[in-house]
């Protein structure tokens, strides 16, 4: 029962993840942005099959591999996602098609881990899918939280940070300006 619920939990973020990422949104730099990484993390951990018992030299190289795949997601995605600062000051975000296509290429990867796992006979656990996507989430938070932040700060002469309004361009931006979404 616990491995439906984690599946379930597993859906529901990444559906809730997917449907936002693609609407512009306000950022606010001062929110807890590493809460729901750290609650999905804690619940993965929580479960005792998060290594398959009988292979688990296999199982913990696997689940290596699925924490990288997540990192490496997160930060694509996080310097893919465009960042502007609106004429009143708030720092807004939205990901951009590149973004699109680093998810796409990460859930391609968790396939094919998932995949290769089946072949060697190691039994997987939604729970390596979850700490995946926690560390995935983790990073991209991170990196945006950073980004916005540096986005507004003054610009010193020694050290080049960027300047108030210096736009913070994503990875495959075509520099178009985006409309703020209403909700």
Do not use: C
């Amino acid at each position: 029962m616990a491995g439906l619920v984690n599946v379930l939990v597993t859906v529901a973020v990444v559906a809730i993840v997917i449907a936002r990422q693609f609407r512009a949104r306000a950022i606010d730099t001062d929110r807890r942005w590493w809460l729901l990484p750290v609650i999905l993390a804690v619940v993965s951990l929580r479960e005792p099959g998060i290594l398959d018992a009988h292979h688990r030299a296999e199982s913990a190289v696997l689940l290596v591999v699925e924490l990288f795949i997540g990192l490496v997601t997160g930060v694509g995605w996080g310097w893919t996602t465009r960042i502007w600062i609106a004429p009143d000051g708030v720092v807004w975000t939205k990901s951009s098609k590149a973004s699109g296509a680093v998810w796409i290429v990460g859930i391609a990867l968790r396939a094919g881990v998932f995949a290769l796992g089946s072949v060697l006979g190691v039994r997987q656990d939604s729970s390596a899918l979850m700490l995946g996507l926690a560390g995935t989430l983790l990073v991209r938070g991170g990196i945006l939280t950073w980004r916005a932040q540096s986005v507004g700060a003054p610009s010193h002469p020694t050290t080049g940070h960027p300047t108030k309004g210096r736009p913070a361009p994503a990875y495959g931006d075509d520099e178009r300006p985006a409309w703020k979404e209403r909700v």
